[in-house]
């Protein structure tokens, strides 16, 4: 199991920026694909970003392309999420994930799908209003 902890959120306005970090920790096999999900209130869940490490192939959804940029620190285990440009739909709970793909399947880190992370963290709530 791996232990993912987020923080950097918080309360911004409109056009402001924000950089989300997730540091991972534990005893389970090295993570080699991170994601971004969020919730909005009355919303599904949706995929934001993912990373896979051992390249920083980077997967965005696109609604944040272009705003948001996901990067990873694999000596300090730590996945960041720069979001630039917040706009109020980016209000939401935002959650890191971990899952491990390995080489031959690195394209499937790609898939936003909540189902296929087993690693998740508590969350931390991004609100963008005036």
């Known amino acids: 199991q791996v232990q993912l902890t987020e923080s950097g959120g918080g309360s911004v306005q409109p056009g402001g920026s924000l950089r989300l970090s997730c540091s991972a920790s534990?005893?389970?096999?090295?993570?080699?694909?991170f994601g971004w999900f969020r919730q909005a209130p009355g919303k599904d869940p949706e995929g934001v970003a993912t990373i896979y490490t051992d390249y920083s192939n980077q997967y965005y959804a696109e609604r944040v392309a272009g705003r948001f940029t996901i990067s990873v620190d694999s000596a300090k285990n730590t996945v960041y999420l720069q979001m630039n440009n917040l706009k109020p739909d980016d209000t939401a709970m935002y959650y890191c994930?971990?899952?491990?793909?390995?080489?031959?399947?690195?394209?499937?880190?790609?898939?936003?799908?909540?189902?296929?992370?087993?690693?998740w963290g508590q969350g931390t709530q991004v609100t963008v209003s005036s």
């Open positions: 534990g005893d389970g096999d090295r993570r080699d694909c």
């Open positions: 994930a971990a899952r491990r793909v390995t080489y031959s399947k690195r394209s499937s880190c790609k898939e936003h799908i909540r189902e296929l992370f087993a690693d």
